[in-house]
C-alpha cells in the first residue's frame, strides 16, 4: 500500500500482516482505543489531518491552479466556521459555476472556407467547372465542434451576421456538425435565428452531419425539413451531398450563361474531329471513347476489339482496395457513372468518397499499367435511378502490349490516369485541410474567408476580440525583474502559443502564407469585391 511504501517497507507482506491484525481486532470486538493512550491517538489524527491540509492547501497549487485554490480555500474556511456539509455545498456549487464559465468560453469554430478550395468530388463538365470556377465565392463552409451552448453560439452568430454583412457575395452557406460532442437547446434556437438572419439575406443554408436530438431540436425551433441532412448515401458523406447540392443550385441559377467556345466539350476535346449526335449503338460508344481517349477512332477501335463492352448493374465492384486487378475498366463517356472509395480506417460510416466519374474513367490503372495494388475501390454507382454504367474491360496482357503495338494510344492511357491520380491526391488533401482545423491552434481558413474575416478588424465597435476564444492574448512579460531591459524576442524558435479570436486566426494564416498582392488582406479583398461589381 502507500503507507507500507512510504514507510520504508520493500515488501506486502508487512502490510498484509497488519491488515489481517486489523481485520482480527475488529472482528473480535475487543475496546483497543482503552489500551492505547490518548495523546498517541490524537497525534495519529493531528498527523493526518495535516498531512491532508498541505497536500490540498499548497503542494496541489500547480495542479488545480489559482481558481481550484481558492475554492479549497474557501471550502476549508466554510467547513470550520459554518461545518461539513456547508463547506461541500460550496465546492458543489463553485464546480458547477466554473464548468458553465469555461463552457461559455469554449471556441466552436473548426473550420471556414469557401468554394475557392474545396468542391464536390463529382466530375462535372469543363463549362459547368468554369461557371463554378467564376462563382466560386458564393459558397462557404463552416465546420464546428466542441459543445454548442449559449455563450459560444452567441458569439459564433455574431460572427457569421458580421461576414455575411461584409461578404454580401455569399448566395449558399453550409454548417457541418461531423466534430460537434454536444448541443442544448438554446444553440439549436440561435442557429434557428440565425437561419432566419440568412435566409432574410437570400442565402440558402444547410445543416450536414446532425445527430437524431440535434434534428429534432432544430426542426422542434422552425428549420426547415429539406436544409438538413442527417444522413449518409451508400457512397457519399452528407457534406458532399450538401455541397452537391449547393454546386447545382449555382449552375442551375447562375445569371450570366457561359458562351460556348469551340472545343470546350465535357471532356475537353475539339468536337470537329468527330460529331456523335449522328451516330448510336456500338458507333456511339466509340465516338465517345476516343474523344475521352484524346485518340483517333481507328484506335478506339482496335482498343475495343481487345476487351469486351459489358453493362454493369448498379453498385457492382470493378476493382477492390489492395488487391491486384488483371482487368482494365474503362467509362463510356456520359454513359456511365463510377464510384472511387478510399477506405481510412474509420470504424463508422462508407469509406471516403474521392470521385465520382460520369466523363469516362479507368478503373484499376495501377494495377495493370504500373504493376501496383490497388489504391481505392472502384463500383458502379448506386444511385436508384441509374440503369447501371458501359463499361469497356480490357485484359492486363492486352494493354501492356499497346506500348509495342501503339505506344501513342499507351502514352492516352498512362496520361489519363496519372490526372486521375492527381485528383485523387486533391480529394485527400481536401479532407485533410478540413480535419487540421480547429483545437488551441485555431480554425481553419482558405484565403478568401481568410481575408474577409481579417478586414473585420477595421470594423468599429465590431466586437471580435474575443469571439470564441478560450484564452486571453499571450504578453511578453520580462523575467529579470523591475530593472530589467526588455529583450527583443528571438525570431525562432516560436513558442506554440494559443490564438486569441477567430481574427487572430486569420491572421496567423494568412501571415505564414505568401500573399500574392503586395497590398494589405482588408484591400486585397475590397479590390476584389470592388472588381466583381464591375
Known sequence: TTFNQEAGSRCVRGALLTGFLELGLWLSGIPAMNFFPRFLLAGILMNLGLVMLLEWMWNARRKVGRLGLLVIYAQVISAAVYGLLPSVLIGVAAACATAQAQLMTLHVLKFHVSGASISSYVRRSD????????????????????????????????????????????????????????????????????????????????????????????????????????????????????????????????????????????????????????????????????????????????????????????????????????????????????????????????????????????????CVLFDEHARATWSVSPAPCSEGSMLLSVGRAEVRALAVEDPELYMCLVTLAAKQLLRRGDALSQAVELNKGGGWRGAAFDRHTAEVCVSLLEDEGSGLQRLASPTQERKNVSRGGKNAVPSVPAPAPKRLARRDSITDWATGWLSQRETPMSTSPSQAFDRKMSFSVL
Open 127 to 366: 463549362a459547368d467547372r468554369a461557371k463554378l470556377s467564376m462563382h466560386k465565392d458564393q459558397i462557404e463552409c463552416i465546420g464546428l465542434e466542441g459543445i454548442l451552448a449559449e455563450g459560444p453560439m452567441l458569439k459564433f452568430a455574431n460572427y457569421v451576421r458580421r461576414y455575411i454583412k461584409k461578404n454580401s457575395a455569399v448566395k449558399f452557406m453550409i454548417f457541418d456538425f461531423r466534430c460537434v460532442q454536444g448541443t442544448n437547446a438554446t444553440a439549436c434556437a440561435l442557429l434557428s435565428k440565425l437561419d432566419r438572419t440568412l435566409e432574410d439575406g437570400d442565402i440558402f443554408t444547410l445543416y450536414t452531419n446532425c445527430e437524431a436530438p440535434t434534428v429534432q431540436m432544430l426542426l422542434s425551433f422552425g428549420v426547415a425539413q429539406s436544409k438538413i441532412y442527417d444522413y449518409d448515401s451508400a457512397c457519399s458523406s452528407s457534406f458532399q451531398l450538401a455541397l452537391r447540392e449547393c454546386e447545382d443550385r449555382l449552375l442551375a441559377s447562375a445569371a450570366e450563361p457561359l458562351l460556348y467556345q469551340k472545343g470546350m466539350s465535357p471532356v475537353g476535346i475539339d468536337e470537329d474531329a468527330m460529331s456523335p449526335t449522328s451516330l448510336s449503338g456500338e458507333a456511339l460508344r466509340l465516338a465517345k471513347l476516343a474523344r475521352y481517349l484524346r485518340c483517333r477512332q481507328d484506335q478506339a477501335e482496335a482498343l475495343a476489339k481487345k476487351g469486351t463492352f459489358e453493362r454493369r448493374a448498379p453498385g457492382t465492384v470493378l476493382v477492390l482496395q489492395g488487391t491486384r486487378s488483371s482487368m482494365l475498366h474503362i467509362g463510356v463517356p456520359e454513359d456511365s457513372e463510377v464510384v472511387e472509395m478510399v477506405d481510412v480506417g474509420q470504424s463508422y460510416g462508407a469509406p471516403h468518397q474521392v470521385s465520382a466519374e460520369g466523363f469516362g474513367v479507368l478503373c484499376g490503372a495501377e
